[in-house]
């Protein structure tokens, strides 16, 4: 896999061994650490859920199909969550106020 790798933050044109713009002299290396990689990833999504969308987002080091994919999943999860939270709640709420009336 050989892309042309740019500069985030002045958009040169930058080696792929590169760890400093060579133009700006900014850190490349930013969105390429652990946590923006398709393991990181899928490893935060499991413990935070939708809170992993920002390195998503922020990666560079997945294709943008795979974010794509990745956001939706996220923002599936989210709506699960939500859903789940409200299910629950008016279960509770229910349950409360069986218990309340029924004694
Ligand atoms: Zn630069």
Not at 26 to 39: A, D, M, R
Not at 51 to 67: D, E, R, T, Y
Not at 81 to 92: E, I, K
Request: aromatic share 14%; hydrophobic share 45%.
């Amino acid at each position: 896999m050989s892309e042309i790798l740019t500069c985030s933050h002045c958009h040169a044109t930058v080696e792929q061994t590169d760890n400093y713009c060579r133009v700006c002299g900014k850190s490349l290396k930013q969105g390429y650490s652990f946590w923006f990689t398709h393991t990181g990833i899928i490893l935060m999504a499991l413990v935070v859920g939708p809170f992993a969308l920002p390195c998503v987002w922020m990666s560079k080091v997945i294709g943008p199909i795979a974010k794509w994919i990745y956001s939706l999943f996220l923002l599936l999860m989210g709506y699960y969550l939500v859903v789940m939270c409200y299910r629950l709640f008016t279960l509770v709420q229910t349950s409360m106020s069986l218990l309340t009336n029924g004694l």
